[in-house]
């Protein structure tokens, strides 16, 4: 699929990254959807075929994590990558053993690297 328009979803609670994460993938060709928090995102993962789940982890209303694992139970051939600002190690090393989750970034994390994330699906 790569180099291929993708539908993504991105479950990020700041507003000015969920414009900038909008905006930058539009402009790569992508379809993209928004949700504020993870039980909003979580809805709309479980309703929607998305080719890629962009997430945060610390998040009002439901942790990241919650909200992937939720969507995973809906929809199992779902992919993500996690970009948060939240370190800790216990939900990293959770993280990177679910083959689901294929990168994980700190914030901020460079534009073009998240881009050849998205272009390797």
Not at 10 to 30: K, S, W
Not at 64 to 77: E, H, M, W
Request: glycine content about 6%; hydrophobic content about 50%.
């Amino acid at each position: 699929m790569s180099g291929v328009q993708k539908r993504i979803l991105v479950i990020e609670d700041e507003e000015p990254l969920q414009e900038m994460y909008r905006e930058v993938f539009t402009n790569a060709g992508h379809s993209v959807d928004v949700a504020e928090n993870g039980r909003i995102g979580f809805r709309k993962g479980a309703t929607f075929d998305f080719d890629l789940v962009i997430c945060d982890l610390q998040m009002p209303d439901w942790h990241g994590i919650d909200a992937i694992k939720s969507i995973l139970l809906v929809k199992p051939s779902c992919r993500f990558i996690v970009v948060s600002g939240y370190a800790d190690r216990e939900i990293a090393d959770e993280l990177r053993v679910m083959p689901e989750v294929l990168a994980i970034f700190a914030k901020p994390v460079a534009m073009d690297k998240l881009l050849a994330a998205i272009a390797a699906v």
